[in-house]
């Protein structure tokens, strides 16, 4: 990425991944056609968020998300303070994209090992599975299941183990090119709070 956005916190670029490394994952089955940006950020309780550039920057140092895509797929990346998932207010930030679009999503939970993973296709939620949340950390949500999703836990990595399992059943190519990722932060301090009953 272009050395200004070392002032904000977004995922950093993998050289040896290919990838940018984040906290939490949404991969979205549709074009940049079938939904645009400021669609989608609408749909992500993102709607004050605006594109970052040179000449459109905050005055202060903030958090922001990337946005590219992939063959057939939308990918959004989270920083690691996790200001999309908190946006979300929890999972049921992603039902209406779900309602649409078929949506993989995975994430690192804060502080602990493991990986929260799930699935909408066809408009329905095939698959939730949350070890820990980060701020609830004694909440375990474990509904429906993949195929061949004990894969995912085979090696040390599950939140790896989730990404290679996107790649390896769902098609979705999780490599990026920095050229085309779009970085979107808010210009004012933003409400990450939300409440118990909001997250599942």
């Not at 990986?115 to 909408?120: E, H, L, T």
């Not at 296709?121 to 004990?150: S, T």
């Amino acid at each position: 990425m272009n050395e200004f956005l070392d002032q904000i916190e977004i995922a950093r670029y993998n050289e040896s991944k290919k990838r940018y490394d984040g906290s939490f994952y949404i991969f979205i089955r549709a074009t940049a056609k079938e939904l645009d940006d400021k669609t989608l950020l609408k749909a992500l309780n993102l709607g004050e968020f605006s594109f970052w550039s040179q000449e459109n920057k905050p005055e202060k140092d903030n958090c922001g998300i990337l946005i590219t895509e992939t063959e057939g797929w939308i990918h959004i990346i989270d920083n690691w303070s996790y200001s999309l998932w908190s946006k979300l207010r929890g999972l049921k930030g992603l039902e209406k994209l779900g309602a649409k679009f078929d949506v993989f999503y995975c994430m690192a939970p804060d502080l602990t090992e493991g990986v929260n993973f799930g699935y909408f296709k066809d408009g329905q939620l095939l698959r939730n599975y949350m070890v820990e949340h980060w701020v609830y950390p004694n909440m375990r949500v474990n509904v429906g299941n993949l195929p061949n999703e004990a894969q995912i836990f085979e090696k040390g990595d599950h939140f790896e183990g989730a990404l290679r399992y996107a790649e390896e059943n769902l098609g979705i190519k999780i490599y990026h090119d920095p050229k085309k990722a779009r970085t979107y932060t808010a210009f004012e301090d933003l409400d990450f709070s939300f409440d118990e009953d909001e997250v599942f």
